[in-house]
Nanobody, 122 residues
Framework: QVQLVESGGGLVQAGESLRLSCGAS????????MGWYRQAPGNQRELVAL???????YYPNSVKGRFTISRDNAKNTVYLQMNSLKPEDTAVYYC????????????????WGQGTQVTVSS
């Protein structure tokens, strides 16, 4: 089992920045992907950013250039730096960790944090 605890959400104005953190504990495999997802009221949960254990990252176009994901493997912590925030970024942000087999083919565990609210006012 893996436990994930997010922090750093809050209320900001458009154009401002926030940094989210997510600490992981438990059975974390060497091959894993940590990520951030978000869900706004009435919408499906969507991907915000991913980072592999080795450091490679992925962003959808909606946040590319504004958000940066990073991780500290020694602390089992992932961060999401969010700049130039927009009202449409308002959502509950969830941390996710997926454990994989050695060749990143099979997901062997899929874990979620409790979520942290980010509200961007116009």
């Amino acid at each position: 089992q893996v436990q994930l605890v997010e922090s750093g959400g809050g209320l900001v104005q458009a154009g401002e920045s926030l940094r989210l953190s997510c600490g992981a504990s438990g059975s974390i495999f060497s091959r894993n992907v940590m990520g951030w997802y978000r869900q706004a009221p009435g919408n499906q949960r969507e991907l915000v950013a991913l980072v592999r254990a080795e450091g490679s990252t992925y962003y959808p176009n909606s946040v590319k250039g504004r958000f940066t994901i990073s991780r500290d493997n020694a602390k089992n912590t992932v961060y999401l730096q969010m700049n130039s925030l927009k009202p449409e970024d308002t959502a509950v942000y969830y941390c996710n960790l997926k454990n994989y087999d050695l060749i990143y083919v099979t997901v062997t565990g899929d874990y979620w944090g409790q979520g942290t609210q980010v509200t961007v006012s116009s």
